[in-house]
């Protein structure tokens, strides 16, 4: 089993960067598709980038798509989420997951429980 957790949020203003961070305990985490996933107050929770175990396999819906970078560091067990050009629509609490196998990164459901995610607020 794989616990997470999520950091890096904070306040920036409209068309500025966060790096997130996911750090990973536990076993296996090298072995897991990894996403990050978001959930605004009043909204459902939303997939914003998935990765396969290897970094190699990357997607983005359209809302964040040239704008968001997942990446992940299996030596470290570390997952990461660059998001340039942020807009306040961006505004959520951001989360971590492994992702169960066997299906796309679009829709992988997600393993286990979440952690505390980290706010983002973008606001001028």
């Known amino acids: 089993q794989v616990q997470l957790i999520e950091s890096g949020g904070g306040l920036v203003q409209p068309g500025g960067s966060l790096r997130l961070s996911c750090a990973a305990s536990?076993?296996?985490?090298?072995?897991?598709?990894m996403g990050w996933f978001r959930q605004a107050p009043g909204k459902s929770r939303e997939r914003v980038a998935g990765?396969?175990?290897?970094?190699?396999?990357?997607w983005y819906p359209d809302s964040v798509k040239g704008r968001f970078t997942i990446s992940r560091d299996n030596d470290k067990a570390m997952l990461y989420l660059q998001m340039d050009k942020l807009k306040p629509e961006d505004t959520a609490v951001y989360y971590c997951?492994?992702?169960?196998?066997?299906?796309?990164?679009?829709?992988?459901?997600?393993?286990?429980?979440w952690g505390p995610g980290t706010q983002v607020t973008v606001s001028a």
């Open positions: 997951s492994a992702l169960e196998a066997g299906s796309s990164l679009a829709y992988a459901p997600p393993l286990g429980s």
């Open positions: 536990g076993r296996g985490f090298s072995s897991y598709a």
């Open positions: 990765v396969s175990w290897t970094g190699g396999i990357t």
